[in-house]
Antibody, heavy 120, light 107 residues
Framework: QVQLQESGPGLVKPSETLSLTCTVSGGSISNSYWNWIRQTAGKGLEWMGRIYSSGSANYNGSVKSRLTLSVDPSKNQFSLKLTSVTAADTAVYYC??????????????WGQGILVTVSS | EIVMTQSPATLSVSPGERATLSCRASQSVRSNLVWYQQKPGQAPRVLIYGASTRATGIPARFSGSGSGTEFTLIISSLQSEDFAVYYCQQYNDWPRTFGQGTKVEIK
């Protein structure tokens, strides 16, 4: 079955760019939407955005000005770049696939999550 | 954006008892609602989609109901593995939003 794995640095300095990659295994990245979701103690779960395998993306307005999603089908990977980070961006970051049956959607599977701390 | 409000924040239940969790949307999300379960150190796991359809492999003791703005997740007889945090999430409108969670703890 499809499995997702996040990777990237666990520590980022304030004002710098947070970059994460999600590697898809056990299936193709093609013909699906791929999401980034983060979880903080204060704000809970926050959907950040999603990207289709063709490269078209949707973003949450709360981070839209700072967020760029990209996809690399040749590597079966998709990525997140969040610029100008602050301590408020400290979170566990998850990647997840859009699962769908008809008009029903849900996030599944999820990666295990990666803790990213923003601190100098 | 649509705000999802879950209640209560914490629910203390004895094993074998019934747990009733609520989720309210700030505007109608029709039946476009998902329930997830999250255990410490793990990613959320889907339980219910379409407000009332159990996901593959989810035991029958989990049931979801509701439409519009009011939704309920019932765990009919709590097992030890059910003590966790439960989240609702809407996908009727952008951005997709989650409730703040209900923690089901052992009484």
């Amino acid at each position: 079955q499809v499995q997702l794995q996040e990777s990237g640095p666990g520590l980022v300095k304030p004002s710098e760019t947070l970059s994460l990659t999600c590697t898809v295994s056990g299936g193709s990245i093609s013909n699906s939407y791929w999401n980034w979701i983060r979880q903080t103690a204060g704000k809970g779960l926050e959907w950040m955005g999603r990207i289709y395998s063709s490269g078209s993306a949707n973003y949450n307005g709360s981070v839209k000005s700072r967020l760029t999603l990209s996809v690399d089908p040749s590597k079966n990977q998709f990525s997140l770049k969040l610029t100008s980070v602050t301590a408020a961006d400290t979170a566990v970051y998850y990647c997840a696939r859009d699962a769908r049956i008809g008009s029903y959607f849900w996030f599944d599977p999820w990666g295990q999550g990666i803790l990213v701390t923003v601190s100098s | 954006e649509i705000v999802m409000t879950q209640s209560p924040a914490t629910l203390s239940v004895s094993p074998g008892e019934r747990a009733t969790l609520s989720c309210r949307a700030s505007q109608s999300v029709r039946s476009n609602l998902v329930w997830y379960q999250q255990k410490p150190g793990q990613a959320p796991r889907v339980l219910i989609y379409g407000a009332s359809t159990r996901a593959t492999g989810i035991p029958a003791r989990f049931s979801g109901s509701g439409s519009g703005t009011e939704f309920t997740l019932i765990i009919s007889s709590l097992q030890s593995e059910d003590f966790a945090v439960y989240y609702c999430q809407q996908y009727n409108d952008w951005p997709r939003t989650f409730g703040q969670g209900t923690k089901v703890e052992i009484k």
